[in-house]
């Protein structure tokens, strides 16, 4: 990829991430099933760290089983406070993740 400014997960590879900004925006997207134009909520980060390098990224995600699991760290941006270890297993509609948190030490 030449200009990685976006994250991605591949399947049984955790990724560990610390976010700093985050929105709930909506996106212009194409369904993969339909082929036809749509629009879909989407949770999207602002990643600094990257598997403890320093980054300037965004990991955004449109799938609702991950973004709970964010949901009870975005009132008054507690995720800043912490880094996450994603894994993302399997893909299309049997695609679960396994997320876990701890103290961000900076």
């Known amino acids: 990829m030449v200009l990685e400014n976006y ?6 590879v955790p990724i560990r991430l610390h976010f700093t900004a985050h929105a709930i925006v909506d996106k212009a997207i194409t369904d993969p ?4 134009p749509g629009s879909r909520r989407s949770l999207v980060f602002t990643v600094d760290r990257e598997n403890e390098v320093e980054v300037s990224k965004t990991f955004s995600t449109l799938a609702e089983k991950l973004a709970v699991m964010f949901e009870p760290d975005l009132a008054g941006e507690k995720y800043k406070g912490y880094e996450y270890t994603i894994t993302q297993v399997g893909f299309g509609f049997q695609t679960r993740f396994s997320v876990a948190k701890n103290p961000f030490l900076g």
Request: hydrophobic share 40%.
């Open 7 to 12: 994250i991605k997960l591949t399947p049984g």
């Open 33 to 36: 099933l339909t082929g036809l």
